[in-house]
């Protein structure tokens, strides 16, 4: 938006690269699908679709059909709704040649055979989709087959957790025990963590998301993504504030010695989470700006007083949010959360640039 004191510059060739280098895990018959739910993870879909699908993506999953919509605006790529099929909903799916990941039995009644569709089997998350046990039912009746059978991980981002390797063995099972041609059809398995894990994983479709935004699919070692994430803020005021004198709103930190001040306009309305306060980091020239005291609604205030080496910020100038020194992923980490939550929260005011 205009003039304001926040910027996100969305890098399109790394979301690019990392979307090849996803496609460069997996064989030559498996597809990358494109998990764009969210806006694109916050990222806005108007800029992550188009490069995707000019990476060669052809294939998308959103959450709601309403995204489906948006996206159905920017490509003619088959479109998958996570969150299934609403009664009522099927004629606009059919309309807007949108497929539906069923969840349950009601929605597996209610598909219309000329609907095409995905089967979700719910192999420990419970959470949504069909429970191991009851998917022969529905495959003994069914009115047609699904385009693609799926299932979910819930810790593939643990490379120490069992879980993922129990959860394959309880898909595969499920789907031994169904008749023949429901073996025969297409399987998805892995998110972003998952295509790195265990390549007998990959199957015919893989579903990445928080990966090609460049947050690190394998935790436990360095990140394999490049950052696809800039965001800068604008520092509105400077001040020297006096020894013993306190920051912000409940006066939660106390000065020990004099200290040079940045305040800068961002807060927790963009998105920049209040667990961050007297905790989290700015970056100026690759120093950490540590924030003082709270994080409020459209403000931070950071210490700019130990800085090395480098000019002095002074009013106008912008200082790193995310970049080249605060990943997402450190960042969540000071935030006391997980990057999916930082970008999916990024902020709906600040100015968007892609380049
Ligand atoms: C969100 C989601 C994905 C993508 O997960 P990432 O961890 O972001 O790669 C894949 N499959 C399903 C079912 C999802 O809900």
């Known amino acids: 938006m205009k003039h304001s004191p926040t910027r996100i510059i969305i890098n399109t060739s790394a979301l690019q690269g990392n979307y ?26 108007d800029v992550v679709v188009p490069a995707l699908e000019q990476a060669g993506a052809k294939f998308f999953y959103v959450a709601h059909f309403a995204e489906a919509l948006t996206v159905r605006q920017l ?10 099929l609403p009664r009522g909903a099927a004629d606009d799916y059919k309309n807007n040649r949108i497929v539906p990941v069923l969840n349950t039995a009601e929605e597996i009644t209610n598909c219309p055979a000329d609907l095409p569709a995905i089967w979700h089997i719910d192999t420990g998350m419970n959470r949504l989709g069909l429970s191991v ?30 879980h993922a390797a129990e959860q ?3 898909f595969n099972d499920c789907i031994a025990g169904l008749p023949k041609p429901f073996q025969l059809i297409p399987q998805s398995i892995c998110n972003s963590s998952g295509i790195f894990r265990n390549e007998n994983w990959h199957r015919a479709q893989t579903r990445p998301g928080v990966a090609l935004y460049g947050a690190n699919p394998t935790p436990e070692t360095k990140n394999p993504m490049s950052p696809v994430v800039t965001m800068e803020t ?16 409940n006066q939660t930190e106390t000065l020990e010695k004099d200290t040079l001040l940045a305040t800068v306009g961002l807060g927790y309305a963009d998105g920049f989470l209040r667990s961050g306060s007297s905790r989290a980091k700015l970056y100026w020239h690759g120093q950490p700006c540590k924030i003082m005291g709270r994080v409020s609604m459209d403000l931070i205030v950071v210490d700019i007083n130990n800085l090395k080496n480098c000019p002095t910020p002074k009013q106008g100038d912008h200082l790193e949010v995310l970049g080249n020194h605060q990943s997402v992923d450190q960042l969540a980490k000071d935030l006391g959360t997980i990057s999916y939550e930082v970008i999916t929260s990024l902020s709906q005011r600040a100015e968007r640039l892609a380049r």
């Open 20 to 45: 090849k280098f996803l496609t460069s895990k997996v064989g030559q018959t498996c597809q990358t699908a494109a998990v764009v739910k969210a806006n694109g993870y916050g990222l806005g879909v």
């Open 75 to 84: 490509t003619s790529a088959p479109i998958a709704v996570l969150g299934g």
């Open 133 to 162: 046990n009851e998917v022969s039912t529905f495959a003994s009746q069914a009115k047609s087959l699904p385009i693609l059978m799926m299932t979910h991980f819930t810790s593939s981002d643990d490379a120490q957790s069992s």
């Open 168 to 170: 394959v063995r309880k």
């Open 234 to 249: 604008r520092i509105l005021q400077i001040r020297t504030a006096r020894a013993g004198e306190t920051v912000g709103y």
